[in-house]
């Protein structure tokens, strides 16, 4: 497929003008197609209603052409080639080059046509979660509509009747097609100003997705229900996912749609947001209340809002430890404590580089340089500023500066803190360790009376 630049606003013109002649009116779209990872610049609207374009974290927008004031999208579904991070790269199914595929932007009333043509081995259907629309249109394989067959082209046209944070995913071999990575964001923005819907400064989305893929391959296990080993903003895992760069000040939302298996509490370090709003539309002022963590369940979107008032950089991950570490952190023995030392020399002997892990913990495992299979991640990985994040998985960085220009959300780098700001080591006398001299819980409390069942012919 052919590689065009459409972050410029350029190719979208291009899109535009091409549309013009009655021939390309008559035709499908283009389906124009992404071969990176990288996070595009806001896809500013030239045609249609205005409105406020959202950033997708790692993703972009898809651009569309107007056909007699309709919004004309293309999207591809294929097999497609995804970088979770340098060093790795999966064989997923996507839209348009990339999994998840393109976000679409819509607005509130907008009249929409999407094109989907399947380019994978089996059929297909999409299923665009959360709208409003004629039951026809719902892309349930098999009960709303015939499977899309490979080679062939469905067109899908309903009237985005809600404002919201919506997402697009396939019902046909579901459990295979959401596996291999087929999901992406859909975004309809409010008309005119709305009671319940802030203008922002910066409005980031991003998918959670997990993903089983054993150390040394690229392809997904498709039939894990459970035992996922990579889970992923958008699919990136840290440290490749882009940190969410805003202005001190700026009003910021973050929406994000859950297509794993499990749970994901998303946590944001240093502010409180608000949930504004979910997969069902705006939540009512009256109903709102301040949160530093927000559960999104399996199938669930959520609005978090925040004014980002506090300088520096903010972890912003899901708090489920085990979801932040890439593969091979599953399965192995803990060791603590467990002394090594005369097993290494032995072992070392048919095994010169074997090294001792976990003796101390698992924290050695983000300095180490092991050799890892081909396609590989290490579990803990990252460097900060101070040293390793020992870090994988669902984490990024919420980069709040003071200088950062309206408009700008390129990477600030790291954060200077003002002296005397960051915890240091205590370098003067330490007390002697006070040890409580109260007695022990057991000498306080009479014997326990201990009565066993009588009557059942147990030994007493
Ligand atoms: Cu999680």
Request: net charge neutral.
């Amino acid at each position: 497929m052919k590689r065009r630049d459409f972050f410029g606003g350029a190719a979208l013109t291009a899109v535009a003008a091409a549309s013009v002649s009655k021939v390309a009116l008559a035709a499908v779209p283009e389906a124009p197609s992404a071969d990176t990872a990288a996070t595009a610049a806001p896809l500013v609207p030239t045609s249609g209603r205005p409105y406020d374009p959202v950033v997708t974290l790692n993703g972009w927008t898809l651009p569309w052409r107007m056909n007699s004031g309709v919004k004309e999208f293309h999207l591809v579904a294929e097999p497609v080639e995804r970088e979770f991070a340098p060093g790795m790269t999966a064989r997923l199914w996507g839209y348009n080059g990339q999994s998840p595929g393109p976000t679409i932007e819509v607005v509130e009333g907008d009249r929409v046509r999407i094109f989907v043509t399947n380019r994978l081995p089996e059929h297909t259907a999409v299923h665009w979660h959360g709208q409003r629309l004629p039951n026809g249109m719902d892309g349930v394989g098999g009960i709303t509509q015939p499977q899309i067959p490979p080679g062939k082209t469905f067109v899908y046209e309903f009237e985005a009747r809600r404002p919201g944070t919506f997402m697009y995913h396939p019902h046909a071999d579901e459990m295979v097609q959401m596996a291999m990575g087929m999901m992406g964001m859909w975004i309809t923005h409010p008309k005119a100003r709305h009671p319940l819907i802030d203008r922002v400064d910066r409005d980031f989305c991003f998918l959670l997705a997990g993903y089983d893929i054993d150390p040394g391959s690229a392809v997904p296990r498709v039939n894990t229900m459970l035992d996922f080993n990579l889970w992923t903003f958008n699919s990136r895992v840290f440290p490749a996912i882009d940190s969410l760069n805003v202005r001190k000040g700026d009003k910021v939302r973050i929406r994000v749609g859950n297509l794993t298996m499990t749970n994901h509490p998303i946590h944001v370090h240093g502010h409180e947001f608000t949930v504004t709003g979910t997969d069902g539309g705006p939540v009512p002022k009256g109903a709102r209340w301040p949160e530093v963590t927000v559960d999104v369940a399996v199938g669930q979107m959520r609005q978090m809002e925040f004014v980002a008032d506090e300088e520096g950089d903010w972890a912003l991950h899901c708090h489920k430890s085990h979801h932040t570490m890439n593969a091979m952190g599953h399965g192995v023995p803990t060791m603590i404590g467990v002394d090594h030392r005369g097993l290494v020399k032995k072992l070392q002997k048919i095994v010169p580089e074997y090294m001792v892990m976990g003796e101390r913990g698992m924290a050695d495992m983000g300095e180490m340089e092991m050799a890892l299979p081909d396609n590989t991640l290490p579990m803990m990985t990252g460097r900060g500023p101070f040293g390793a994040a020992e870090m994988g998985g669902m984490f990024t960085l919420l980069k709040v500066r003071r200088d950062q220009k309206p408009g700008d959300y390129r990477d600030p780098g790291w954060y200077r803190h003002p002296q005397g700001t960051v915890a240091r080591e205590w370098t003067g006398a330490l007390p002697a360790p006070a040890r409580s001299t109260a007695p022990a819980a057991k000498e306080q409390s009479a014997p326990l009376d201990v009565r066993k069942p009588s009557g059942h012919g147990g030994h007493h």
